[in-house]
């Protein structure tokens, strides 16, 4: 059976050399949702944008940030950004990209109906100075703008408008023609895009960093297989060069299996536990008018008796970073200080229920996904027993994602007491993570993701500073005298930034890594 | 006749209605569309502003009025998450999901049916008790995993057949088909083996009881006394007079193809209407979930009638128009 398989994979290998035109075929778990720049924003869809369009600036794999369109930029005040613009740059129907072209996007980005506005929410308007130059202009002070600017694909106006596709429609609109095909000036060209099925893209020969690029491939073909035991098998009988995720489980078989092996790399994510520490009284506990969440001593004892080291270990295999922190290292105002996590206890958190007036603990339901994040039910399955151990009752209550998130979130006014969540800073700044999770005060604008609702006067003042400081170092203070204050105030608990794991054949090149937001940059895989 | 046809159109309706209405009625337990459409930090205003341009703010029977009134007038609306009509992606899917359980009801047939005949005339023969033992296998293991034990062995052990997808295929104007290239011809076969397998199990075994109870009539054996020959009494007389459940089974069984290749689509990412449905599901997109569900429980009732019509062409009885109905 070996000899067939091995004849098999050696002819496919003939066939790629003679060919030598290098074909990466690769693969996850879900299709994309669109290639319109302005709605899907998800980060596959996104990641597949990015191959299509290119943006002002680039974000580098290690997420620092590179010139794309723009080749130089400087701050000419607080509320003003001037960016010079690459020359002969083409999109891929052959048209010049020109400072036109970027205003128009940015008005398309900012239309009612497009998804990815926050992206480029405080800009105000955008100077043409002359073809190749421009002036970003903010409503106030933006320190985050720059990080959020890869995120801003640049469309040709006047394809739009031959297409009829200058306006953003979604949902039951009629369908766009942006979502089925695309005139970036990316470094790869869509060829064919069938849903759920397959995108295929070639190399673009014009492409203005084609010396700079990294990878080799000149053509991809992305191939979506829901299944996760199919995926494995494809990637096994080498249908596939390139898979994600891989599940916990079959990571040993594929590393078994000769010319195939699994990549393993941080994830930007931060999976985490949030307490209701804003009702009088806690949903569980109806007629006592009590809610033990509001006492410190209590989220300290929670904390304390939730042994990170084991669900490293038993539940995820040691597949994930265990942390203190709400964000995960490589995001802008990532501390290695509110890194270090409190350590397990279990006498202590014994003590401090007793201290807090529950020595024979309380009842209280965990609402968990079953379906979003790796073994998010498993790690509940896994917390029950420990907190049972320091004396709490825990009813776990683990269902689908959209049933999930709907009752902890606002559709049904936060109805949760305590809770799994994971966040990816969007902006990959930690003020992203302050904003959405640990502040609420300027809500709906604020904390929409804090269904916790916690809150601190002074971290709600500290996020508000960073919002507008534009002085780097002293916005890093501010940012990480916030995280600090709600680590101390046992806000929620961080449980770990669960690992990524690709499986890949022995076509894709040694140095191939993956990203931390777990999508392909076709620019940056070699094969060999 | 016509009467009877008329009857069963009107049955037809109230059924698809009640269908309708039912799954209308579970979407409303399934969770915010919304979530899955915008980014997990979109504002509270973006995703109001959706639901109210989905019409996801009105009043239940608002919605389920609406949707019918769609219905009626041919417009299934459009997808939440492929954002183009429902219409053209089911048509689009239509071809991958008929071909493949075509192929899989010739399959359970063209073994089935032989097979049951062999084993119920042979019945103690050592060749028919391997056939039962295996069709144990066929009916006890559940589809996915017979899926992947096929993928297995075939993909990832010999390598060769296509572990997943359709392969090439080719368009016959709005009809895609696999049949026509090698790699779709070789893409069906795993597919269609899974999904036809409890058919072909289940024919196998109701073709052999009913020969076996045929056999044992008094006619057969006045049919025999006459001298006639085998061939005759076992395919003239006894198999003939087998199919007329097997019809009424085999009817109902091509409906549930249809309806239970979600599992065999998901196992093998046949880009089908089931996988449609299975994603679908995942980013609760109701206009999709709703079309597929009408549309299946309007292939059973297809099915059903066809198969009523069928017994006529059958069994003679029925042809005689009794008085009581007649009128």
Redesign the interface.
């Known amino acids: 059976?070996k000899s067939?398989?091995l004849?098999?994979?050696l002819a496919l290998s003939v066939v790629a050399t003679s060919a030598d035109a290098k074909t990466l075929r690769y693969s996850t778990n879900?299709?994309l949702?669109?290639l319109d720049p302005a709605i899907n924003?998800?980060g596959p869809s996104n990641a597949m944008k990015g191959n299509l369009y290119s943006s002002l600036v680039h974000r580098n794999f290690d997420l620092s940030l590179s010139p794309d369109l723009a080749t130089e930029w400087s701050q000419l005040n607080p509320e003003t950004l001037r960016l010079k613009l690459r020359p002969n740059v083409k999109f891929h129907d052959g048209s010049p990209v020109t400072a036109d072209d970027v205003i128009f996007s940015l008005a398309r980005f900012k239309a009612?109906?497009s998804?990815m506005k926050?992206y480029v929410a405080t800009v105000k308007e955008i100077r043409k100075i002359d073809d190749l130059a421009i002036e970003l202009v903010t409503e106030g002070p933006d320190p985050v703008l720059l990080q959020q600017l890869p995120s801003f694909y640049i469309m040709p106006k006047a394809w739009s408008e031959k297409n009829n596709t200058t306006q953003v429609v979604?949902?039951?609109?009629?369908?766009?023609f942006i979502?089925?095909n695309e005139n970036g000036s990316g470094p790869y060209k869509l060829v064919e895009r069938?849903?759920?099925?397959?995108t295929v893209l070639v190399v673009n020969e014009n492409w203005w960093g084609g010396a700079a690029k990294r990878g080799n491939v000149d053509r991809a073909e992305f191939?979506?297989?829901?299944?996760a035991?199919?995926?494995v098998?494809?990637l096994?009988?080498?249908?596939i060069d390139l898979m994600y995720p891989v599940p916990s489980q079959d990571i040993q078989r594929i590393n078994q299996t000769p010319g195939a092996k699994v990549l393993e790399g941080p994830e930007l994510r931060t999976v985490f536990f949030g307490f209701d520490q804003f009702r009088d009284e806690l949903l569980d506990m109806k007629g006592t008018g009590k809610n033990p969440f509001k006492d410190k001593r209590v989220r300290e004892a929670f904390y304390k008796a939730i042994d990170i080291q084991a669900i490293y270990r038993v539940v995820m295999r040691n597949g994930s970073r265990p942390t203190g922190s709400m964000v995960a290292p490589g995001v802008q105002g990532f501390s290695a200080e509110v890194d270090k996590r409190p350590p397990f206890d279990l006498e202590a958190s014994k003590k401090l229920l007793a201290e807090a007036g529950y020595p024979s603990g309380f009842p209280v339901q965990l609402d968990c996904p079953n379906?979003r994040y790796t073994n998010d039910e498993a790690i509940c399955q896994a917390a029950v027993p420990m907190l049972a151990r320091a004396g709490i009752t825990v009813k776990l209550n683990a269902q689908?994602?959209?049933?999930?998130?709907?009752k902890i979130?606002?559709?049904d006014g936060f109805n949760t007491s305590f809770y799994m969540l994971g966040?990816t800073p969007?902006t990959f700044d930690v003020h992203?993570a302050l904003?959405?999770l640990m502040t609420r005060s300027k809500y709906?604008?604020w904390g929409?993701?804090n269904d916790g609702r916690y809150s601190n006067p002074r971290v709600e003042e500290l996020t508000l500073k960073a919002e507008t400081e534009m002085d780097p170092k002293k916005r890093l203070a501010e940012l990480e005298e916030a995280q600090m204050i709600h680590k101390n105030d046992y806000g929620h608990i961080p449980l770990h930034q669960q690992t990524l794991a690709w499986g890949v054949r022995d076509t894709i090149a040694d140095n191939v890594k993956p990203r931390p937001q777990n999508d392909v940059d076709l620019t940056q895989i070699s094969m060999k | 006749m016509l009467a009877f046809i008329i009857r069963r159109l009107l049955q037809s309706t109230l059924v698809m209605l009640a269908v309708a209405f039912v799954a209308f009625a579970l979407f409303t337990y399934m969770g915010d569309p919304v979530n899955s459409m915008v980014a997990p930090d979109a504002t509270l205003e973006e995703r109001q502003r959706l639901r109210h341009l989905l019409g996801l703010d009105q009043p239940f029977y608002v919605q389920f009025l609406v949707f019918l009134g769609n219905e009626l007038t041919g417009n299934f609306g459009n997808s939440f998450r492929i954002g183009a009509p429902v219409a053209s992606i089911i048509a689009e899917r239509l071809p991958a999901t008929l071909e493949l359980v075509f192929v899989a009801a010739m399959f359970a047939l063209f073994v089935g049916v032989p097979c049951g005949v062999y084993t119920g005339l042979h019945r103690h023969g050592a060749v028919s008790r391997v056939m039962l033992t295996l069709s144990l296998v066929g009916v006890s293991l559940p589809t996915f995993l017979i899926g992947i034990l096929l993928i297995l062995f075939f993909s990832v052990f010999l390598g060769w057949l296509p572990s997943f997808g359709r392969g090439q295929v080719v368009s016959l104007g709005w009809w895609s088909t696999g049949f026509l290239t090698k790699s779709g011809l070789r893409s069906l076969i795993l597919p269609s083996i899974t999904l036809g397998l409890f058919q072909t199990t289940l024919f196998m075994r109701l073709v052999r009881a009913e020969m076996l109870e045929v056999l044992r009539t008094d006619y057969i054996k006045f049919a025999r006394a006459r001298g006639l020959s085998d061939r005759a009494v076992n395919f003239g007389h006894a198999l003939k007079n087998t199919l007329v459940p097997v019809i009424t089974i085999a009817g109902l069984q091509i409906g549930g193809l249809i309806a239970f290749a979600i599992i065999t689509e998901t196992v093998f990412q046949w880009p089908g209407m089931g996988l449609l449905f299975i994603s679908a599901i995942q980013f609760v997109d109701v206009p999709v979930m709703s079309s597929y569900l009408v549309l299946v429980a309007l292939f059973f009732v297809i099915i059903n009638l066809v198969v009523d019509l069928l017994y006529y062409v059958v069994d003679p009885r029925l042809r005689i128009d009794r008085p009581a109905t007649a009128h």
């Open positions: 059976m067939y398989a004849a098999a994979s879900a299709d949702l669109g924003n998800e009612e109906q998804e926050s979604r949902g039951t609109s009629a369908p766009t979502n089925f069938v849903a759920d099925n397959r191939r979506p297989i829901a299944n035991a199919t995926r098998a494809a096994l009988s080498g249908e379906d689908t994602r959209s049933l999930h998130f709907d979130g606002e559709k966040w969007g992203n904003v959405n709906p604008a929409i993701n």
